[in-house]
Each structure stands twice: as C-alpha cells, then as structure tokens.
C-alpha cells in the first residue's frame, strides 16, 4: 500500500513539475489573479537563487567597509559616508542603494541614509560579521562548483582549517591554528546562547567540551551555573589559548585545560556533560564513530551528551544542507547530516534516548541531547 502511495504522489508531482515549466503555463499564472501571489512568489525566489552571490557579496562589503559602523549613530549623507568609507560619492551610492534593496540600509529623509532592520542586526553582533568576512575563503573554492564537486580542484577552505587531512594533528602549532581558532571563538557566543537556552547545564557537576577551542563556550556555560567544574579538551596549541580566557573570566581555579587528540587520545574522565560544539558534521562517518566511542568511553552510563550544531532536515533551518554541504565540501571533510543519521551514529557508540531540543534559531544551531547507556 505505501509503495502505491509513493508512486500515485510521483507520478502527481511529475504532472506539477512539466506544468510549472510549461512556459504558457507561467505567462496564464501571472495573467490570473489567483495563481500571481503564488507566480510572484516562485519568481522572487528563482531571483534570489540567481543574484545569491552577490547579495553576499553587497553583504560582504558593508562589513569590509565598516558601513553598519558609521550607521549605528544615526543616518548620514552620501558625501559624509564617502569620506568614512574610502569611497568615491558614485561608489558610496552604488553600495547604499544595493544595501538598501536587502535592507542592509535603508533610505531616509533629506538625501540621508539609515540603517535597514536586517543592518541594524548585523550592527549589533560582532560574531555574525566575523562569518560574513571569513565567506571569501568559501566563495572562491566554489567559483568552480563542478570541479570541487568532481574533485578535480583542492578547494582552499581545506588549508585554513589545517587539522582537516593531517594525521598528527597535535603537531600543528599556534601560527597555524590562530586564524581557524579566532574565527571559532568569535563565532561560539551566538552558538552558546542558543544551546545553554535550550538545555539546563546547572544540574550536572562537570562539564568537559570536547575540541572546545579557546574556552568560549566553558566560559559562558561557567557563568550559568557557579558550582559548575570544567575540562577542555582540544589541541595542545588550541587548548592553551583558553588559559588566559578563563583567567579572565575567573573560572581558573574550576577548570581543567587538556591539550589532546579527540580522535587517538583516551579523554579525561569525571565529566558528567559533555558537549560537541560543531565537531560532528566536520568529520566523515569514521571518524564521527571514533569521537563519539572515544566520549563514551570517558563516561558513566547515564551521562549526557550535547550535540551542538546545524542539522540537516530540522524545520526552518532547510537551507542549511546547501550552505553546509558545500562548505563540508570544500574544506574535505565532513557532511551536514539528519537528525536520525546522528541518532544512528549515537546508538553504534553507546548513546541512546536522544531527544532534540526546541530552540529558537534552527539555523544558527540545533541541540541533541543524548545519554549514556
């Protein structure tokens, strides 16, 4: 019964899909005044699939060029922007009129211009324009997208995430993982908001981040729950530079640094939670199983695990598996997966009842929880 289902819906689908690209259809559509919302509709998003490239990179130079900056204290004129800008005033207009169309900017009276809605939050965090300018590493990988995806070219995303094909990774010193590590650490605010929201860390004892980078998000989950102890765990070079971050943040004396392989090293053990911040979709099926035994092998049955990143398939997050898949794909390693791919990976290493959590930016990050068994 399910297979006649499945092949009536084929067999409707392919009858939909020959008469959307049946070009009298689509001039019918537009004529009609009930079918235009939805015509409008699938030609603004064929419009944005087109022009993508170039909203990024109208998005990419608002950050470059510190315009969010210069507008955050009010609008300004062409000519007082220009100057800020280090633009000729044909150029400032050019960008303001492209930022005010994706309302990055917006215009204003007496020739002046304003932030837009979606300006003012980029404005407002710091670890999103740090994205946005990392995004020309990606972009020029994918100038040919059918060589990477023939593998007929080594994308350089690859290079700037170093431990992604190298078998010694703990040989990688501090000049070679600075670049990747600032970029994580500006980034993890936004993913540790989003993930201590949704899950309660104050009612385990200690908490060990497993490839945690410089200690952003320890820090922050350090700071909901006082009683909280701590262990990070990444690279030596890595690891070490969340010393004076937890200084800093006076957590010191509640923290453990280790500096160690994920993949080859018995981990630290004691931890109730542990967590896996934007590690798993990094790594192929392999080595995705390996991290995941060698965290279980560290625990007690009943302890937790937090999988903390974007998920393939999670409602409002759909996008995700282009951007994901891609950039996976360039860096050559590592896939967005399905929420139930992860659960199977978990169950081969020992988790079970895994439950995702409800949050409020799927597309920043989605959180798993899964226990000990």
């Known amino acids: 019964m399910a297979q006649f289902i499945d092949d009536w819906l084929d067999r409707l689908r392919a009858r939909r899909d020959r008469l959307i690209a049946d070009p009298k259809f689509q001039r019918w559509s537009l004529a009609n005044p009930l079918a235009r919302v939805l015509a409008r509709r699938r030609a603004r998003a064929a419009l944005d699939l087109t022009a993508g490239f170039v909203y990024s990179q109208v998005l990419f130079a608002c950050a470059r060029l510190g315009l969010f900056d210069s507008l955050i204290g009010g609008p300004l ?25 994706l309302d990055l900017a917006e215009r204003r009276g007496g020739g002046r211009y304003g932030l837009g809605q979606l300006g003012a939050a980029f404005a407002g965090n710091r670890a999103a324009l740090s994205l946005v300018e990392h995004q020309p590493l990606l972009y020029a990988d994918l100038a040919d997208p059918v060589a990477l995806l023939r593998g007929e070219k080594r994308a350089a995303l690859a290079d700037y995430w170093p431990y992604s094909d190298l078998e010694q990774p703990k040989a990688l010193g501090d000049a070679q993982i600075a670049p990747y590590s600032a970029l994580m650490a500006a980034s993890q605010p936004m993913v540790a908001q989003e993930a201590l929201g949704a899950y309660d860390v104050s009612q385990h004892r200690r908490l060990m981040d497993v490839g945690g980078g410089e200690g952003v998000f320890l820090c922050a989950a350090a700071a909901r729950a006082p009683q909280l102890h701590v262990t990070l765990l990444d690279l030596p070079a890595v690891a070490e530079r969340a010393r004076a971050r937890f200084e800093a943040a006076g957590i010191l004396e509640r923290a453990q640094i280790c500096g160690g392989d994920f993949l080859r090293d018995p981990l630290p053990r004691g931890a109730d939670i542990v967590t896996l911040v934007r590690i798993i979709h990094d790594q192929d099926d392999e080595r995705a199983l390996a991290v995941l035994r060698n965290i279980r092998a560290a625990v007690e049955p009943g302890a937790t695990l937090l999988i903390i990143e974007a998920m393939s398939g999670v409602a409002g997050a759909e996008p995700l598996d282009a951007y994901y898949g891609f950039y ?40 798993l929880v899964a226990k000990a068994v």
Do not use: H, Y
């Open 77 to 101: 004129t062409v000519a007082e922007l220009a100057g800020r800008l280090g633009l000729s005033a044909e150029a400032t207009r050019r960008l303001l009129d492209a930022a005010a169309s």
């Open 328 to 367: 996976t794909l360039a860096m050559g390693r590592g896939e967005p997966r399905r929420v139930e791919e992860i659960e199977a990976l978990l169950r081969q290493s020992g988790f079970g009842a895994t439950r995702l959590l409800r949050n409020a930016l799927p597309t920043l990050t989605s959180i």
